[in-house]
């Protein structure tokens, strides 16, 4: 739950009020959508609900605790699976990067690929053809495909996507919200978005 949260920027003499006031409750299994244009602060709410930033004002409770008392970055790390909008390349390969997000070894890398390999086709490609490159090798797609199926898999109780379908073609983009549907069941999921497409199988929206 947010209450009145608000969010300012300063750099030098510039003050951005990023978020002004926000309120919104979302439930597990329920499906929200935050939308707004460029620059109404999307990626800046879930940096906030990730807890990232110290500084901000207003109430983020979870479970009516406020997320501050939720301390610790284990804590925080077990309850969000995040793919942001801009996503953190680093220098070690997709199989590293996959093992090392998932805490799983290849083989069972390999084993979680092979049954998706029907759902989730289009993921289970792109990981499989690139699972020994480096991720900064990807292409932007490629990448986001490679961040989405692993957030999918990340046992978490909140899933967070920034603008996720931005690069992704047509297909990738029907099975990701297949996926989607059946996922939220008994979690939540909050998807920062402009397209049309997935606003229309969220249960709300919450508009900047
Ligand atoms: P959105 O994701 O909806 O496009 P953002 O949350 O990225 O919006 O940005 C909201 C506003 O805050 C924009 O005006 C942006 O320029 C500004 N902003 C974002 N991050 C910073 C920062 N680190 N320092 C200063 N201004 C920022
Ligand atoms: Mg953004």
Not at 15 to 43: C, H, L, Q, R
Not at 128 to 154: D, I, Y
Not at 178 to 194: C, D, E, F, N, S
Request: proline share 1%; charged share 25%; glycine share 8%.
């Amino acid at each position: 739950r947010l209450e009145n949260v608000k969010k300012i920027y300063q750099s030098g003499e510039v003050i951005t009020k990023a978020v002004d006031g926000i309120d919104f409750t979302v439930e597990k299994g329920e499906f929200i959508a935050i939308v707004g244009s460029s620059g109404s602060g999307k990626s800046t709410l879930l940096k906030i609900i990730t807890g990232l930033y110290t500084e901000v004002d207003g109430k983020i409770l979870i479970n009516g605790k406020s997320l501050q008392e939720i301390n610790g970055e284990n804590l925080r790390e077990n309850m969000f699976s995040v793919v942001p909008q801009h996503l953190y390349l680093s220098s070690e390969n997709v199989s590293d990067f996959l093992t090392k997000s998932l805490k799983k070894n290849e083989e069972e890398i390999e084993n979680m690929l092979n049954q998706d390999a029907k759902n989730l086709y289009e993921y289970v490609k792109t990981v499989k053809n690139n699972f020994a490159k480096p991720c900064g090798s990807l292409s932007g797609g490629e990448f986001r495909k490679v961040n989405l199926w692993m957030a999918l898999h990340k046992s978490a109780d909140v899933l967070i996507l920034d603008e996720p379908t931005m690069e992704l073609d047509k297909q990738s983009k029907s099975e990701l919200f297949v996926y989607l549907k059946g996922y939220v069941q008994g979690k939540i999921v909050i998807i920062m978005t402009h397209d049309q497409e997935l606003m229309a199988i969220s249960d709300y929206i919450v508009e900047l």
